[in-house]
């Protein structure tokens, strides 16, 4: 029996074994035989996957050496699934030995790596075409989606007037980081044209005039050309938009005009839109009791923006009446309005207005605050008291004055008094004055509330230490519930930028015990914190990888910043040579350790032109051989600028460039060459140029400039930077044009080469460079030419600059500059050539002169001769003049062009028509108009002793003939001097404001 | 001769466990992933489950035919999505004591605590997963009472429609709280349905053809 007994054993096992082959089968429950087993291996199949085998043993429920359970089974498909990594999950067992072997069955998840485009017929342009395909960067991607794609892609295409392109696609895949890139081959085909226009739908207005307002036919400007244009989908909708506006200037505000269709002729490449029309009713609306220009009323009655007339429109616009009023003075204005159809297919809507009296806002008062002075309250105010002569009657609505009570208590909220009141009055017939008008703002500010303990829960030591110098609510500070939104946006986002993109925040509050004291508590959740694993940059044609990679902030082993990974998107924009940089994370949503960072790169067009035409109206005139208005005349220069730049030189991002200008007084040529981030330092920029000018833009001469320099700019700080630049120059006069006595020419006007080396220093802490309110912006400019350059006038020089704004009032800024030169020559020529001297006054400098005429002149011809020295101080009254955009300006100017710097003086008297180093003073008054490019700026000056000098009218060849050492009754009559005088009342017009 | 025929018995066993083992050498499928519903999976194996347990709990037997399977994974979509929106919303929930008074009558069908376990056994099912199937079941009604029933309103027309059109016996005022819970009943069905057509929209739903062949 002994002997039987293994057998026995052996096949109980076996039978066991008939049982668990048939937990295969559903009925029987799956896995049932296996379950309890020892893991003894797990293999994946294929055997490498893109997670890394640690972090799979980190991420699965199933380890070699544990028992096998159904529920971990089920649990590792989805943390597996959860990754994104993968599309599909099986897991196999077989039996080894007494245990179990698992085999992990996956196949891989791809994602959009990058879509490119090759024959793109702009319209439609890359970027529509792209989110046509909805082909997100670093999503998955599925085969399936193409069909739909392509379906988007012809639909825009076709939209373009583009019926016969075909698109096919390729697919790229790359296994190892599970992109696919996908690479769209377009072959546009001819655009298609429109062949005429089908109306439909009830309108009273004759055809011929809607296709007009089409614009689908040819034409050029309001001319129109025979045949019809091609089609596109601007073209098409703007085609759409300008016939509702031209039924909405005929008052027919609810005209619907909508594209029915588009007939498309297959044989012809010719498309027909129908569109249909209904041009609702004749919809007039007027004023009862003021006058209110139809411009205005379009403004301030929504019904025309929105193309409808219901009441809740017809409502706002009663309030926007109202403000209106108010705004203009009429705080007690009533509006109402009626609604009737007096015949039919006519609406006829009145606004009644009851104006009442003008009133003016002449006194704000704020009581009961302790906590805030009046002036931080006042900063936040909307309601302003009347002032000349930008607001006459003040600035007051109703709609304004509770705003601003609401500003008020956002104010005293947000710094802990929860229980604040704040009551806003409007006082009528204030102190006693009829017409006047006063607000008062009543604040009961009631305690504090100040923060007693705070907890911070759910973040590490480190991380909390750090978290407390930046949020608002720490320990003793107010208490509000701005302050804790505030706190949960930093903490948020600091964690978002240290790789936690699950992080989120809670609060609670509980009650000291003391009044006005309470405990905070913030709970921080982190979440799974992730990894950069890779970067992966796409796109590059001509760049070089080193370019890109150099400036990406993130690096592999880096928690995910959403911040850095955006300031490298910003720093690779400002390369200047990628038309579009996208960003994203491959599989944003899988919970996986570590994720690739994606940098899809789109180059932009390598070339770029520029063109630009203007002129320049001044006192630029005057005789070009005579020497006539030496002091110069009115004169018109038009001009024109052309340029052309090669980007991304050598797939370097460096820039090489050419501008070119030419008017009437001067041609312009310079090439240069642009390294940004020279050798890799973000602040460094290296620029090699050459220059040829040729300029009349002083009258003494006209000057030939041709210089080559190198300059190497760095930035120390945001506001303070330096600039190292070598230049060499060579400046010739011509000679025919010098305006001078004959015996200073060999002195002053051969030609020179110049190596100058030099230094600037910009300290900028100006609020804005366009329109400064407050701040300093301070330069210095030193240089020295030297022998050892190569010089032939060896000299060193200094330009100091300093300028300070001052708000006196929100709107009113005192602004002042002071500026000074000094060229001192060092050995070489004899006296610094003409054109290195300073020449300057106009309207950067010295409004008194026109521009390049202040200082020295010649004695014999009354030109400007330039000096070695300047000195200029300006002082602006800047204030609001009409509204928001036109501002007026009250300056000073006082100052010169100095012969040398020993000879600055602030003498106010010219001693003698010889005597040019005394301190010129002009006052007066500009305009300026606000425009995004900076104000428009229109200045008058009258200066009381603006210069008087001895000029000479005659020609060259008659200057010839003086001779200013024999008397003048030996000299030809011509050669008498004629006094002159620089005019006491110039007027500048240019573009910014004067410093 | 008895021993050399026990041998022979054992020898044809062990051949014919051989032979069902089999599969083994070459794997069994433990689970895969049949559907995803966002990144939500439902395995083969919970189909396979809810199978049985519905039929369990119908008193019927188990059919794991392709369309059957397909049944429950359209029951789990829908329970997911149920489900997922509940705790979105923070909809009260019922907990696993409710449960026992609708476990009670299935358990009342068995003779025995011995039989009701001895069916468990033989459907491949534990008591705690027919108590979690009938909790998802609780869930779902609970969620769709408190979501959809309040919104539902019978007017006094479609009861009269109804009782016209069943043309009942019963007068119109006799029949009307009955009618009126059975439209009511129909309608909140219908807004679920129309919420878990919108829900479904909103989500990537895909199945893995070779679970349902």
Not at chain 1, 170 to 192: I, W
Not at chain 1, 196 to 217: C, D, N, Q, S
Not at chain 1, 858 to 867: K, S, Y
Request: aromatic residues 8%; contains cysteine.
């Amino acid at each position: 029996m002994k002997n039987v007994r293994p057998p026995v054993l052996m096949v109980l096992p076996l039978l066991l074994g008939v049982v668990a082959a048939s937990a295969q089968n559903p009925a029987g429950g799956g896995s049932e035989a296996l379950e309890g087993r020892m893991i003894g291996r797990i293999d994946f199949s294929p055997p490498d996957q893109p997670l890394p085998r640690p972090e799979l043993d980190r991420l699965l429920p199933l380890h070699v050496g544990s028992r096998l359970r159904q529920d971990d089974v089920r649990q590792a498909l989805q943390k597996l699934f959860d990754t994104g990594r993968f599309s599909d999950v099986s897991i196999d067992a077989e039996p080894l030995g007494d245990g179990v072997a698992l085999r992990i069955s996956t196949e891989l998840t791809y994602f959009v790596g990058g879509v490119s485009f090759e024959g793109v017929a702009d319209p439609p342009n890359r970027n529509q075409l792209l989110t046509a395909t909805k082909l997100e960067l670093g999503m998955p991607f599925v085969e399936s989606q193409m069909p739909q794609a392509l379906t988007n892609l012809q639909e825009r295409l076709h939209a373009n007037g583009l019926y016969r392109a075909t698109v096919h696609y390729v697919l790229e895949r790359n296994p190892v980081t599970e992109e696919v890139g996908l690479h769209f081959q377009l072959d546009a085909g001819p655009r298609a044209h429109f062949d005429g226009v089908h109306l439909t739908g009830t309108f009273e207005r004759l055809p011929g005039k809607i296709i007009r307002a089409t614009r689908y036919r040819r034409s050029f400007g309001p001319i129109q050309l025979p045949g019809w244009s091609q089609v596109t989908e601007e073209r098409l909708q703007s085609g759409l938009e300008r016939v509702r506006r031209d039924f909405q200037n005929q008052d027919r505000l609810e005209a619907k005009v909508t594209l029915e269709g588009l007939e498309y002729h297959d044989k012809t490449n010719t498309v027909t839109p129908t569109l249909m029309i209904d041009n609702g009713p004749l919809i007039q609306v007027s004023t009862i009791g003021a006058k209110v220009s139809q411009g205005r009323l379009r403004q301030l009655i929504p019904i025309f923006q929105e193309r409808a007339v219901d009441r809740g429109l017809l409502l706002e616009g009663n309030r926007n009446l109202v403000d209106y009023f108010q705004s203009q003075g009429y705080f007690d204005a009533t509006v109402d309005f009626n609604e009737e159809s007096p015949i039919p297919g006519v609406e006829q809507i009145d606004y009644q207005v009851t104006r009442n009296a003008r009133h003016r806002l002449v006194g704000i008062e704020i009581t009961g605050n302790r906590f805030f002075d009046i002036d931080t309250i006042r900063e936040r105010l909307s309601v302003r008291r009347a002032s000349w002569p930008g607001f006459r009657y003040g600035r007051y609505s109703r709609k304004l004055r509770d705003g601003d009570r609401t500003s008020i208590l956002d104010l005293y909220r947000s710094n802990g008094f929860r229980d604040v009141q704040v009551a806003a009055t409007t006082l009528d017939d204030y102190l006693g004055r009829e017409a006047n008008l006063g607000v008062r703002y009543e604040i009961e500010e009631g305690r504090q509330s100040i923060v007693n303990q705070l907890e911070i829960e759910g973040v590490s030591p480190g991380d909390e230490a750090y978290l407390r110098t930046i949020i608002r609510s720490s320990e003793e500070q107010p208490f509000s519930e701005a302050s804790i939104a505030a706190d949960r946006d930093a903490i948020l986002a600091y964690f978002f930028n240290n790789g936690y993109s699950e992080a989120s925040f809670d609060w609670s509050q509980t009650s000291s015990g003391i009044a006005n004291r309470e405990n905070l508590h913030y709970t921080v959740r982190l979440g799974q914190r992730e990894y950069v694993r890779d970067l992966l940059v796409r796109g590059l044609e001509t760049t070089r990888s080193s370019v890109v990679l150099s400036r990406i902030l993130i690096h592999p082993g880096d928690p995910v910043s959403q911040s850095l990974i955006g300031e490298t998107q910003q720093k690779l924009y400002d390369l200047g040579i990628f038309s579009k940089v996208q960003t994203a994370l491959q599989n944003p949503d899988g919970k996986e350790e570590s994720k690739y960072v994606l940098f899809q790169l789109d180059e932009a067009a390598r070339y770029s032109f520029n063109i630009g035409v203007g002129a320049e109206l001044a006192k630029i005139g005057g005789g070009v051989t005579t020497f006539d208005a030496p002091a110069g005349a009115t004169g018109f220069s038009p001009r024109i600028t052309a340029g052309i730049s090669r980007l991304n030189f050598r797939g370097l991002a460096h820039t090489v460039s050419l501008q070119t200008l030419a008017s009437t007084v001067e041609q312009r040529a310079i090439a240069s060459y642009l390294v940004r981030e020279f050798r890799g330092h973000p602040n460094l920029t290296l620029t090699i140029s050459s220059l040829f000018d040729r300029s009349k833009d002083i009258r003494t001469f006209a000057s030939q400039r041709a210089e080559g320099a190198v300059q190497l700019a760095q930035k120390l700080t945001r506001a303070n930077s330096l600039q190292y630049r070598f230049s060499y120059r060579r400046v010739s006069i011509e000679q025919n044009s010098l305006k001078i006595s004959p015996e200073l020419v060999p002195l002053l006007s051969q030609p020179v080469r110049v190596g100058l080396f030099s230094m600037s220093y910009i300290q900028d802490r100006r609020d804005s460079p366009t329109e400064s309110h407050r701040g300093v912006y301070n330069t210095v400019d030193v240089g020295i030419a030297l022998p050892q350059f190569a010089s032939q006038t060896d000299y060193s020089r200094i330009v100091l600059r300093n300028s300070t704004y001052h708000p006196l009032s929100r709107e009113v800024v005192l602004a002042r500059t002071l500026q000074f030169g000094y060229v001192q020559r060092l050995g070489g020529l004899a006296e610094i050539p003409l054109g290195e001297r300073f020449f300057a006054g106009g309207s950067a400098s010295q409004r008194a002169f026109p521009d390049n005429q202040a200082g020295p002149r010649d004695l014999e011809t009354g030109f400007p001769l330039g000096g070695n020295s300047f000195l200029f101080h300006s002082t602006e009254l800047r204030f609001p003049l009409f509204g928001e955009n036109i501002g007026g300006v009250l300056f000073h100017d006082m100052g010169n062009v100095y012969s040398s710097v020993d000879q600055i003086s602030f003498r106010f008297h010219q001693d003698s028509y010889q005597d040019f180093n005394y301190m010129v003073q002009a006052l007066g008054v500009g305009i300026r108009y606000k425009t995004p490019v900076g104000p428009v700026r229109l200045d008058f000056s009258y200066s009381p002793n603006s210069p008087r000098f001895v000029g000479f009218s005659g020609t060259r060849d008659q200057l010839l003939m003086c001779n200013p050492n024999v008397p003048p009754n030996q000299n030809p009559s011509y050669c008498v001097g004629v006094p002159q005088r620089i005019s006491s009342f110039q007027f500048h017009f240019s573009l910014g404001q004067t410093f | 001769m008895r021993m050399p025929l026990l041998i022979a018995v054992m020898e044809c066993l062990a051949t014919l466990s051989a032979l069902s083992t089999a599969p083994f050498a070459q794997g069994e499928t433990l689970d895969r992933i049949a559907v995803t519903v966002g990144r939500h999976v439902i395995s083969e194996h919970d189909i396979l489950q809810d199978i049985r347990l519905s039929t369990f709990i119908d008193g019927k037997q188990p059919d794991f035919s392709a369309l059957q399977k397909r049944n429950a994974a359209a029951r789990l979509i829908d329970q997911y999505l149920v489900l997922e929106d509940a705790v979105l919303t923070r909809t009260p929930m019922p907990s696993a004591a409710d449960v026992a008074p609708i476990l009670s009558p299935i358990r009342a069908r068995y003779a025995s605590d011995q039989g009701y376990r001895s069916a468990l056994a033989q459907a491949h099912i534990s008591d705690a997963d027919l108590s979690a199937q009938l909790l998802a079941g609780l869930r779902m009604l609970r969620y769709t009472d408190l979501r959809f029933r309040p919104q539902v309103e019978v007017s006094e027309d479609a009861l009269h429609a109804y009782h016209d059109k069943l043309a009942a016996p019963q007068s119109f005022e006799a029949s009307r709280n009955d009618i009126e819970k059975l439209l009511t009943d129909q309608q909140t069905m219908q807004a679920l349905d129309r919420w878990l057509a919108m829900a479904r929209g909103e989500k990537p739903i895909v199945y893995h053809e070779d679970v349902f062949q």
